[in-house]
């Protein structure tokens, strides 16, 4: 099992740049997959960015592509997400997520087996 912790978010205005992290406790974490997902109020959790459990293969949504990286320090237990030229429309609440079954980048919600409490995002235009 893994347990996860989301933290980086905050206020910031359009353009501007954050780093969220997702800190991973126990001894497996090199066999975890991960992804990044966020949710608005009323609206389901969408994808954003996943890693494989190498961090060689990364895949992200459309709307956050060449804005935003996925990266992760297997040295560290860490995943990060940077997210740079924020917009409005990326306000949400971000979440964490790994997967052992789908350790290549998974873009399936479904997929993902465990998940972080969320951290949120506001852009303010």
């Known amino acids: 099992q893994v347990q996860l912790s989301e933290s980086g978010g905050g206020l910031v205005q359009a353009g501007n740049s954050l780093r969220l992290t997702c800190t991973a406790s126990g001894p497996t974490f090199n066999y975890y997959g991960f992804g990044w997902f966020r949710q608005i109020s009323g609206e389901e959790r969408e994808f954003v960015a996943a890693i494989s459990s190498t961090g060689t293969l990364t895949t992200y949504a459309d709307s956050v592509k060449g804005r935003f990286t996925i990266t992760r320090d297997n040295a560290k237990n860490l995943v990060h997400l940077q997210q740079d030229s924020l917009k409005p429309e990326d306000t949400g609440v971000y979440y964490c997520?790994?997967?052992?079954?789908?350790?290549?980048?998974?873009?399936?919600?479904?997929?993902?087996?465990?998940w972080g409490q969320g951290t949120q995002v506001t852009v303010s235009s």
């Open positions: 997520a790994a997967t052992a079954r789908d350790p290549d980048a998974s873009r399936s919600r479904d997929m993902y087996d465990y």
